[in-house]
Structure formats: structure tokens, C-alpha cells
T-cell receptor, first 115, second 112 residues
Framework: DAGVTQSPTHLIKTRGQQVTLRCSPK?????VSWYQQALGQGPQFIFQ???????QRGNFPDRFSGHQFPNYSSELNVNALLLGDSALYLC??????????????FGPGTRLLVL | AQRVTQPEKLLSVFKGAPVELKCNYS??????LFWYVQYSRQRLQLLLR??SRESIKGFTADLNKGETSFHLKKPFAQEEDSAMYYC??????????????FGKGTKLTVNP
């Protein structure tokens, strides 16, 4: 199992463009969460997908949207890119278990630079 | 509101010395606390989780609900412990997953 994988590893875009980032969860995991990590900061929760639905959302504008596919993989889309969207975008997968909780496993991230 | 505070941005110790990375949290319910570690050029990985009460790589952390703290400790630091450490909390769900709230991280450097 390769664990959580993300593509691409790096991306350069210009302001106003749109970007799509991809994530494949760890084998057996059904929940995918996305985080944004700005330089010098801890990861910040964007949203979480389970059974192809957005289950939770952090404090991010509607320009950030996502999707989960039947095979549990996920995409993060960002429209109308701003310079401030430059960050490392992390995907995490988990398999919540009632009464036990869950551990989120992280991918290597996609580094997005907006010029 | 959920919040995690790691007061030290940088921490430097010598090999063999004890190390303590501080973490304080704010959460109204029953939180689950984690320590994640990121070694140079590697992905973020779980170091330990308070609910499992394990000791990983010699690190331990005790949840102190009275002081709302979850400090990470190791009695004898090793050079390979040099990394970025993040404290995180998650609400204990009833079967649903919960988001992680991270602190800003502490960069630990262990000098030879």
C-alpha cells in the first residue's frame, strides 16, 4: 500500500486561474479531508468528504470546492486563484470507527504557487 | 472554539538531554489529542495519540484536562528527533470523523 498519494507534487498558476488537485486515499479508507498549510503555519482544515458528500467544512470561501468519487479518491478545486492561495495542500484519509475514533493519514502534499 | 497553542516556535537541545514540547488546547467537549511529526522532506505522520496511551520512539504525552495540556516528552533526545512537531486536537465523535485542529508547530533541533 503506497499510502495516501497526491498529484501533482508542484503547481504554478497565475491569479484568476483555476486549479484541481487530486488525492487517492490509503487502501481501505473511506473518508478524505483536505488541509491548507501556509508557510510557517500548521495545517488548516478545508473540508471533509465521506460517501461522496461534503460532511464538514472549515472557514474557507466557496471558491474552494471538492468532490469524492465512488472509489473514495477526491479532488480539490480552487477557482479565481489569489496570491494568498499559495500554500501546501494536504490530503488525509481515515476510516472512522464508532467508539474508537480515527487516525488521519496524510499524503505528501501539493505545493501550489500563485503568481 | 477549538484552538491549539504551541508556545515555542523553535526548541534546541543537546543530544541526551530531556526534551519537552508544550501544547495547550481549548475545547468545550472531550477532545482527542495527537502529536504529528514531520521529518525533513517527509510527509506529516502520526507520532502518538492520547487515547492509545502508547510510547513511540521514546516519546510520551499525558493529557492533563485540568491544565488543558498535552505536552510531549522524551527523557533523552537523539539527533534523529530533529523535526517539526505539531500538536492537534479532534472532537470525539459518535462514529463520524472529526476535523483536526493543528497548532503552529515547534521545530525541534537536537544538537550533537
Amino acid at each position: 500500500d503506497a499510502g495516501v498519494t497526491q498529484s501533482p507534487t508542484h503547481l504554478i498558476k497565475t491569479r484568476g486561474q483555476q486549479v484541481t488537485l487530486r488525492c487517492s486515499p490509503k487502501s481501505g479508507h473511506d473518508t478524505v479531508s483536505w488541509y491548507q498549510q501556509a508557510l510557517g503555519q500548521g495545517p488548516q482544515f478545508i473540508f471533509q468528504y465521506y460517501e461522496e458528500e461534503e460532511r464538514q467544512r472549515g472557514n474557507f470561501p466557496d471558491r474552494f470546492s471538492g468532490h469524492q468519487f465512488p472509489n473514495y479518491s477526491s479532488e480539490l478545486n480552487v477557482n479565481a486563484l489569489l496570491l494568498g492561495d499559495s500554500a501546501l495542500y494536504l490530503c488525509a484519509s481515515s476510516l472512522p470507527t464508532p467508539g474508537i475514533g480515527e487516525t488521519q493519514y496524510f499524503g505528501p502534499g501539493t505545493r501550489l504557487l500563485v503568481l | 472554539a477549538q484552538r491549539v497553542t504551541q508556545p515555542e516556535k523553535l526548541l534546541s537541545v543537546f543530544k541526551g538531554a530531556p526534551v519537552e514540547l508544550k501544547c495547550n488546547y481549548s475545547y468545550s467537549g472531550s477532545p482527542e489529542l495527537f502529536w504529528y511529526v514531520q521529518y525533513s522532506r517527509q510527509r506529516l505522520q502520526l507520532l502518538l495519540r492520547h487515547i492509545s496511551r502508547e510510547s513511540i520512539k521514546g516519546f510520551t504525552a499525558d493529557l492533563n484536562k485540568g491544565e488543558t495540556s498535552f505536552h510531549l516528552k522524551k527523557p533523552f533526545a537523539q539527533e534523529e528527533d530533529s523535526a517539526m512537531y505539531y500538536c492537534a486536537l479532534s472532537g470525539l465523535g459518535e462514529g463520524g470523523s472529526e476535523k483536526l485542529v493543528f497548532g503552529k508547530g515547534t521545530k525541534l533541533t537536537v544538537n550533537p
